[in-house]
């Protein structure tokens, strides 16, 4: 178990909808990473929050958005969801930014499109 | 910008023997961190073994090694004494230092499929 936790673990829903990932944590951790994992992508960034704010953007479609909270956990926002958003989302934490920290991954949310 | 090549898509290895996974990647940073994980069918990303680019010597943690080639960008992964648990996808990735405001986003190879043959 690495610390972070991630909800719902799996979500199935219609092309068109919108959905909400959400992504707690180890405590004390002050960076989130969002990664999507797909059979044709393979692991991609997505996004980076340090501290409440964004750090940097990765591969993000603009359907997609996020946010940190001042509780540090954070939320993906997918919307006007496509067959090709089905994928398994990660988020990842780390202590810091910058140095040598470990980043640890949460289990994942399996998002299915249909 | 960074990128993680790894070359095999699948690999297989008997128990008990050794294998190892290639992993090449492009950057024109001159330090940075590399990173194999492992992803089991479970599909939990577990950190196996790190290496700092400013460091000249091989990373090891029990029987995983690494093989790290700064000039020719070059990163394997040396898994020693096989055993069924390591039947997994492994990943190798990139990080930048980050720092100044930057990201230390990883960058990942597409994988490669371990099968261990008892």
């Known amino acids: 178990d690495s610390g972070v936790t991630q909800t719902p673990k799996h979500l199935i829903t219609a092309t068109g909808q919108r959905v909400t990932l959400r992504c707690s944590p180890r405590?004390?951790?002050?960076?989130v990473y969002w990664y999507q994992q797909s059979l044709d992508q393979g692991l991609q960034f997505l996004i980076h929050?340090?501290?409440?704010?964004?750090?940097a953007k990765g591969n993000i479609l603009e359907r997609f958005s996020a946010q940190q909270f001042p509780d540090l956990h954070s939320e993906l926002n997918l919307s006007s969801l496509e067959l090709g958003d089905s994928a398994l989302y990660f988020c990842?934490?780390?202590?810091?930014?910058?140095?040598?920290?470990?980043?640890?991954f949460g289990p994942g949310t399996r998002l299915t499109v249909l | 910008a960074q990128t993680v090549t790894q070359s095999q898509p699948e690999m297989s290895v008997q128990e008990a023997e050794t294998v190892t996974l290639s992993c090449t990647y492009d950057?024109?940073?001159?330090?940075?961190?590399l990173f194999w994980y492992k992803q089991p069918p479970s599909r939990q990303m577990i950190l196996v073994i790190r290496?700092?680019?400013?460091?000249?010597q091989n990373a090891t943690e029990n029987r995983f090694s690494v093989n790290f080639q700064k000039a020719a960008k070059s990163f394997s992964l040396k898994i020693s004494d096989s055993q069924l648990g390591d039947a997994a996808m492994y990943f190798c990735a990139y990080r930048s230092l980050g720092g100044a405001g930057g990201s230390e986003k990883l960058v990942f190879g597409k994988g490669t499929k371990l099968t261990v043959n008892p």
């Open positions: 405590s004390g951790d002050l960076s």
């Open positions: 950057t024109s940073e001159s330090d940075y961190y």
């Open positions: 929050y340090y501290n409440g704010e964004e750090r």
């Open positions: 990842a934490s780390s202590v810091d930014s910058g140095s040598y920290n470990e980043q640890f």
């Open positions: 290496q700092e680019a400013y460091k000249q």
